[in-house]
């Protein structure tokens, strides 16, 4: 029951964690972490992301620009460029290395200990990851809030709203946060009893070398 509880919760923890590292990833590279609606011109829509602002008219479509300088832009946008770029690369390390360690992976089954070591390590990175995803998008959702609210602005000045991308960023977070639990849960359980064949494999080692203690002595 043991072992079967361990490799559930590292398959589920390992699927968490890819599942939030592919959507922190699509986070990052949408141009959706604000909308703006004109009442204007309903017909016009703007987006902006971390890389670009993009312009949706229903005549032309959608019109991206690139932001011509990492300086100029606000703080939260900035540090957030940095903090998803790192939460893609830890994120894609946590699963590399907890891939490695689980029990269904034929490579170094007999180091047991290795490999509980790597679904920790593996753990503490997908932990890493998600905070490094909820930290960027909570803060720019936060400065949103603000600005939507700020009194100085007049009323008749169109105000940012939440885009698609920050609700993306926080499910990718907290999927990867999950996935690290589950990983951590896996591998600090008690020890699981080894399946059948590595069970005979072992029991037939011991019965060996108390036949070649014995024949040891007996020869003395």
Known sequence: MA?????????????????GWVLSCLTNYLPHWKNLNLDLNEMENWTMGLWQTCVTQEEVGMQCKDFDSFLALPAELRVSRILMFLSNGLGF???????????????GEGQRDLKRRLL???????????ITA?????????KTVQEFWDENVPDFVPRWEFGEALFLG????LSLLLGGCLLNRAACSSHAPLAS???????????HHQL???NTNLKN
């Open 120 to 130: 920790i390590l593996g753990a503490v990175l997908s932990w890493a990851s998600g």
């Open 134 to 142: 909820l930290v960027p998008v909570s803060w720019v959702a936060h």
């Open 93 to 107: 390390l946590g699963l590399l290395v907890s891939g490695f360690g689980l029990d269904c992976l034929r490579i």
């Open 212 to 214: 070649e203690t014995r």
């Open 3 to 19: 072992l079967v509880f361990r490799t559930v919760a590292q398959l589920a923890g390992v699927s968490l964690s890819l599942l």
């Open 170 to 173: 926080w499910f990718a977070g």
């Open 197 to 207: 064949g590595h069970c005979a494999v072992a029991q037939m080692q011991h019965h």
